[in-house]
Nanobody, 115 residues
């Protein structure tokens, strides 16, 4: 069973930075794309950033210029560097990996930006 494990969440002051990481230990599947989503209570989960195997990236408008997604070569490891954090970035952040058939999710990591 594929399991994605996130790390790096926490509490930060506005303007601060956090780096999220996600790995899939023991997984031999090669994801076509990996992404970060976030969700706040009462709202739908939204895509924040995505990166393909070829290195193509895409960002949600609210995080453009502040967040950077990266992937460790052929490894199923993805990072999200979050700079200039704002209180509205507060959410549970989920890692996602997609192969040709399935979409896999981590359990999420809490990011809280103090207001």
């Amino acid at each position: 069973q594929v399991q994605l494990v996130e790390s790096g969440g926490g509490l930060v002051q506005p303007g601060g930075s956090l780096r999220l990481s996600c790995e899939a230990p023991g997984t031999i599947i090669s994801f076509n794309s990996m992404a970060w989503y976030r969700q706040t209570p009462g709202k739908e989960r939204e895509e924040v950033a995505v990166i393909t195997t070829g290195g193509i990236t895409n960002y949600a408008e609210p995080v453009k210029g502040r967040f950077t997604i990266s992937r460790d070569g052929a490894e199923n490891t993805v990072h999200l560097q979050m700079d200039s954090l704002k209180p509205e970035d507060t959410a549970v952040y989920y890692c996602n990996g997609k192969d040709w058939v399935y979409s896999y999710w981590g359990r999420g990591t809490q990011v809280t930006v103090l207001s």
